[in-house]
C-alpha cells in the first residue's frame, strides 16, 4: 500500500501564489511516477502534470505557463507552484502516485481545495 497526502490548499485571492505539496509512503519503492490533477464540480478530473522519476514529463491540455510541477525522487514528494492564480483555477487538487510491477495502480491523494476569492 502506498499512502498519499497533498497538503497546501487554501483560500487565496487572484494573483496570488500557492504551493501545493504531497508525499508518498508507505511501499514507495515501487513508485515511479507521481504528478497533479485537478477537478471541478460537475466536470472529469483532469490532468495538470505528471513527472516519472525517469523520462519525460507529460503534461495536460490544462497545464499553464503559470504552474510549475516539480518532485524529489528519494524523498517520494511532488510539487506544484501555481503563480498569478485565476478564478478558473479554483478547484480540488489531487496528487496521484503510480506503482510498477504486479500490483501495478495508482495510488490518490484525498484532495486539496484551491479557492480564489477576492
Known amino acids: 500500500q502506498v499512502q498519499v497526502v497533498e497538503s497546501g490548499g487554501g483560500l487565496v485571492q487572484p494573483g496570488g501564489s500557492l504551493k501545493l505539496s504531497c508525499a508518498a509512503s508507505?511501499?514507495?519503492?515501487?513508485?515511479?511516477?507521481m504528478g497533479w490533477y485537478r477537478q471541478t464540480p460537475g466536470r472529469q478530473r483532469e490532468l495538470v502534470a505528471i513527472m516519472p522519476y525517469l523520462g519525460n514529463t507529460e503534461y495536460g491540455d490544462i497545464m499553464k505557463a503559470r504552474f510549475t510541477i516539480s518532485r524529489d525522487n528519494a524523498a517520494h514528494t511532488a510539487a506544484l507552484q501555481m503563480t498569478d492564480l485565476v478564478p478558473e483555477d479554483s478547484a480540488v487538487y489531487y496528487c496521484?502516485?503510480?506503482?510498477?510491477?504486479?500490483?501495478?495502480?495508482?495510488?490518490w491523494g484525498q484532495g486539496t481545495q484551491v479557492t480564489l476569492s477576492s
Open positions: 508507505g511501499r514507495v519503492t515501487s513508485v515511479y511516477r
Open positions: 496521484r502516485a503510480d506503482v510498477r510491477g504486479l500490483q501495478a495502480r495508482a495510488y
